[in-house]
């Protein structure tokens, strides 16, 4: 693809040598000239004059270092994302069910969809058009998998488990798993039965090694659109909202709420029925107790969780103690030599 061609695939205008071929994008430092790079930093932009890179993605206000290919663009960084998409598609495997796998009869599987070298799909299963499972995944009877989803290699997604178009599970997550729920019971721990399911929406991405506990009563929900990272936990009877990202090693113990649009940062974690408001931003090793409720449009740090300003001012406080300490140990000091 040319620079030329870019820009128009991007809605802009192209500045320079729109001839330029483009087969891959890069960093400032790596780029060669068939490379793409974009610049939204002051450093960026202060090295972006010696770069290699045969096309720059500059925001629309910066200026282009003299010589250089340039496609200007409001979030260099998104337009980035398009144009590797377009010039680095993904590769599908071929259609069709491979020799090794197990399906079975009663099972569906929707035209132009691809089941990869051993996998399993049981009874009842749906798997939809242009949905792709790959090598030793397993997918347990009467779930769904719906259109265009892509489920790498082993995968286990238990019975009853709905799964909404174009939603990516990575490798070696594990989705409708048992949730951790037993009862005491002269003196000894019972199970308390885990009859309910998972459902995802569409356009939702879990990454590797992370679970989904199917509810106890009822169903763990995640909705339209959620990123969830590698090796995170999302506990039974817990309710994601749309466009909600979690970082890994989160931790969600059950009967969580998330609102929409929810960012928690790496290991946080929540105590059972939490709920956090929409568009609240939990920082990274956030501890939010079980049963509270965190309003939305905020960000918030540390545990117990607090607003993220006044955790700053608790932190300051904290590193002038010794200082507090000693004067309070002088104050004492004159106090006692006041009285005698």
């Known amino acids: 693809m040319t620079a030329a061609e870019l820009a128009q695939l991007l809605e802009v205008q192209v500045?320079?040598?729109?001839?330029?071929?483009?087969?891959?994008?890069?960093?400032?430092?790596?780029?060669?000239?068939?490379?793409?790079?974009f610049v939204d930093s002051r450093a960026a932009i202060a090295e972006m004059g010696a770069t290699a890179a045969g096309c720059l993605l500059l925001r629309t206000d910066a200026q282009a270092p003299a010589g250089k290919t340039?496609?200007?663009?409001?979030?260099p960084r998104n337009a980035f994302a398009k144009a590797m998409r377009a010039l680095l598609p993904d590769v599908r495997p071929a259609a069709g069910i491979h020799a090794t796998a197990t399906v079975a009869e009663s099972a569906v599987v929707g035209e132009g969809?691809?089941?990869?070298?051993?996998?399993?799909?049981?009874?009842?299963?749906?798997?939809?058009?242009?949905?792709?499972?790959e090598a030793g995944s397993y997918v347990g009877r009467d779930s769904i998998v719906g259109d265009g989803c892509r489920i790498y290699a082993n995968v286990t997604v238990y019975a009853g488990v709905e799964i909404g178009a174009r939603?990516?599970?990575?490798?070696?997550?594990?989705?409708?798993?048992?949730?951790?729920?037993?009862?005491?019971?002269?003196?000894?721990?019972e199970k308390?039965?885990?009859?309910?399911?998972?459902?995802?929406?569409?356009?939702?991405?879990?990454?590797?090694?992370?679970?989904?506990?199917?509810?106890?009563?009822?169903?763990?929900?995640?909705?339209?659109?959620?990123?969830?990272?590698?090796?995170?936990?999302?506990?039974?009877n817990c309710r994601i909202g749309k466009h909600?990202?979690?970082?890994?090693?989160?931790?969600?113990?059950?009967?969580?709420?998330?609102?929409?649009?929810?960012?928690?940062?790496?290991?946080?974690?929540?105590?059972?029925?939490?709920?956090?408001?929409?568009?609240?931003?939990?920082g990274g090793q956030c501890g939010?107790?079980?049963?509270?409720?965190?309003?939305?449009?905020?960000?918030?740090?540390?545990?117990?969780?607090?607003?993220?300003?006044?955790?700053?001012?608790?932190?300051?406080?904290?590193?002038?103690?010794p200082e507090i300490l000693a004067e309070l140990a002088q104050l004492r000091a004159l106090a006692t030599e006041a009285e005698r």
């Open 15 to 37: 500045e320079g040598d729109g001839s330029v071929v483009l087969s891959g994008g890069a960093t400032l430092d790596a780029a060669g000239p068939e490379d793409l790079v």
């Open 70 to 75: 340039v496609i200007r663009v409001k979030e």
């Open 113 to 133: 969809a691809s089941i990869g070298p051993q996998v399993v799909i049981e009874e009842r299963v749906r798997i939809g058009a242009g949905a792709i499972v």
């Open 167 to 189: 939603t990516i599970l990575h490798s070696g997550c594990v989705i409708g798993a048992d949730g951790f729920g037993f009862v005491l019971e002269n003196g000894r721990y």
């Open 192 to 236: 308390f039965p885990q009859i309910g399911g998972v459902k995802i929406g569409a356009d939702v991405e879990i990454g590797a090694n992370s679970c989904v506990d199917r509810g106890a009563l009822g169903d763990t929900l995640i909705d339209d659109g959620s990123k969830i990272d590698n090796l995170v936990h999302v506990g039974h």
């Open 244 to 282: 909600v990202v979690m970082a890994a090693q989160c931790g969600l113990s059950g009967g969580v709420r998330m609102d929409d649009y929810v960012v928690a940062g790496g290991q946080a974690g929540l105590g059972e029925k939490a709920h956090i408001g929409a568009q609240a931003v939990l």
């Open 288 to 321: 939010v107790l079980p049963n509270k409720t965190v309003e939305g449009g905020k960000a918030y740090w540390g545990t117990p969780a607090r607003p993220h300003r006044e955790y700053l001012k608790k932190l300051a406080l904290i590193d002038k103690l």
